[in-house]
């Protein structure tokens, strides 16, 4: 029923900012919760961060705390994901994945967009 679609990706210098975009088709339920996660190639896939869908809770892997920033635009249907001070190791797949609040289940996945940041 939802569909995650993500933008916003690209190629950026050390120290650039990027912006991304995780937009759903599809209202999702109330309780969902909004997860960004990235992988590199030869990596498992780590956890960036997450927004309940209200927006009223965010949380932040230790590695990207303090440069990125995630937001829900009610207005656009979106979950963003704003990262400043980019840096080489920041590099990967950024998906964004939707799961309920009492499940570690995530029903909704998007393609993901390439983030490649150079030195």
């Known amino acids: 029923q939802v569909q995650l679609v993500e933008s916003g990706g690209g190629l950026v210098q050390a120290g650039g900012s990027l912006r991304l975009s995780c937009a759903a088709s599809?209202?999702?339920?109330?309780?969902?919760?909004i997860n960004w996660f990235r992988q590199a190639p030869g990596n498992e896939r780590e956890f960036v961060a997450f927004?309940?869908?209200?927006?009223?809770?965010?949380s932040y892997a230790d590695s990207v705390k303090g440069r990125f920033t995630i937001s829900r635009d009610n207005a656009k249907n979106t979950v963003d994901l704003q990262m400043n001070s980019l840096k080489p190791e920041d590099t990967g797949l950024y998906s964004c994945?939707?799961?309920?609040?009492?499940?570690?289940?995530?029903?909704?996945w998007g393609q993901g967009t390439q983030v490649t940041v150079s030195s």
């Open positions: 599809g209202r999702p339920f109330s309780t969902y919760v």
């Open positions: 994945a939707a799961r309920k609040r009492s499940s570690i289940h995530y029903d909704y």
């Open positions: 927004i309940t869908w209200d927006g009223y809770s965010t």
